[in-house]
């Protein structure tokens, strides 16, 4: 039996019984692919209107994900109070419909390929120790960066929920080199941290 693209996954989600479904439940429901779910999840404040901050709630989630990817682990963990939190099924429906044309078209260029880069072990260390980073950088109050990582996480969990090891690989690249202008203008971005916080 095939398994359900991205947008039909999360159509199920923004589409069944209720109005919410806790995110414990919502990630053991896709088994193998709740990494890449759990990202989808992780970016969905970056892409929907809220009060700044979004990147304060999404930034922790993509760290905590890219922390057990790293270790190793075959399915998410969450604290007890994040597997009860509920998760709107209207904010996934606007998601996905906010996402529709992007997804559409990673949807049609990706399938499974290259799984090594999906599967063995020093690539999740790789992987994982770079989500980490880039949830760091998520969470600081950068203007108009929650867009710019948030479309980049989006790529990488489609890669992990279609096992498209090519498609991760380019996520790879592009997570290096938004990294690598963060600490070329480190001046730049620790002053507008500082003036978040002052």
């Known amino acids: 039996m095939t398994s359900p693209s991205t947008r039909a996954l999360l159509e199920q989600l ?11 439940e ?4 896709c088994s193998e692919r709740a990494f890449g779910l759990f990202l989808l999840v992780a970016v969905l404040p970056a892409f929907l209107p809220l009060p700044a901050g979004a990147g304060a ?3 922790p989630l993509v760290m905590l994900a890219g922390l057990q990817i790293a270790l190793l682990a075959e399915h998410p963990w969450l604290p007890r109070w994040l597997q009860v939190r509920p998760v709107a099924r209207e904010s996934i429906d606007r998601f996905r419909r906010r996402l529709a044309g992007p997804l559409g078209w ?10 090594v880069l999906i599967d063995h072990p ?3 260390v790789f ?14 109050p950068v203007p108009l960066t929650n867009y710019v990582f948030g479309l980049l996480l989006v790529v990488w969990a489609i ?9 991760l690989a380019i996520a790879w690249l592009l997570g290096l080199v938004l990294v690598g202008l963060a600490l070329l203008f480190f001046d730049q971005v620790a002053t507008l941290v500082d003036q978040a916080f002052a």
Do not use: F
Request: zero cysteines; glycine letters at 14%.
């Open 14 to 24: 923004a589409t069944g019984p209720g109005s919410h479904l806790p995110l414990g």
């Open 26 to 29: 919502l990630l053991d429901a």
């Open 57 to 59: 709630l999404s930034g």
């Open 106 to 115: 990673l949807e049609r260029y990706s399938r499974p390929r290259a799984e």
């Open 122 to 124: 020093l690539a999740h």
């Open 127 to 140: 992987g994982g120790s770079l989500l980490l980073v880039q949830g760091l950088l998520l969470a600081l």
């Open 159 to 167: 890669a992990l929920i279609e096992r498209d090891g090519r498609l």
